[in-house]
């Protein structure tokens, strides 16, 4: 089971870190990843970091403002999201179990972003 949280509304220009809590089972030989459905929009892929940390991969549109980071001692994954922009307003979700953004097999409950411009 994956637990999204962090999510609210924030200014545009803010900062918001989102988290995603595994429980039920060991993700920390998976890879992880963040999606994220804007309003009226198709779901669409956000970050990825592999199960050791090493490798990450971003989206253009989040490239440089965002960051994705994990704690496998606490099977958490991380969003950090800076310089926030009214389009990255969306319902996020983590998903363990995929390849940057490909398919995935694990799924969260989304968090909400609402960025204020």
């Known amino acids: 089971q994956l637990q999204a949280s962090g999510g609210g509304l924030v200014q545009a220009g803010g900062s918001l870190r989102l988290s995603c809590a595994a429980s039920?089972?060991?993700?920390?030989?998976?890879?992880m990843g963040w999606f994220r459905q804007p309003p009226e929009k198709e779901r669409e892929f956000v970050a990825s970091i592999s199960w050791t940390g090493g490798s990450t991969y971003y989206a253009d549109s989040v490239k440089g403002r965002f960051t994705i980071s994990r704690d496998n001692a606490k099977n958490t994954v991380y969003l950090q999201m800076n310089a926030l922009k009214a389009e990255d307003t969306a319902v996020y979700y983590c998903?363990?179990?995929?390849?940057?953004?490909?398919?995935?097999?694990?799924w969260g409950q989304g968090t909400q972003v609402t960025v204020s411009s």
């Open positions: 039920g089972r060991t993700f920390s030989s998976i890879n």
């Open positions: 998903a363990a179990g995929g390849y940057r953004g490909g398919q995935y097999n694990y």
